[in-house]
């Protein structure tokens, strides 16, 4: 997982990466959505604003906490 940023070293995307190939160490981008989307805000700082607490594999889920309202929320990658 990454989090992509502007030049004001906020963070403005979540990105997940999968490792497609062990033995290469090649890893692939599987999914990214705009913080917008996410959070409602255009930007985030990882370590004050959210942070990611699982990650459901089987039905490509993403669970994370949100600092600002104490909620715990989740995003379906499909």
Sequence with gaps: MSQHRDDTRQMT?????????????????????????????MNCHAENDYNVVAIHTDHNMIFFFQDWDLKLKSYDMD
């Design 13 to 41: 995307e979540l990105s997940i990466w999968v490792l497609q190939d062990y033995d290469t160490e090649e890893w692939v981008l599987k999914h990214s959505v705009p913080f917008l989307q996410l959070f409602g805000r």
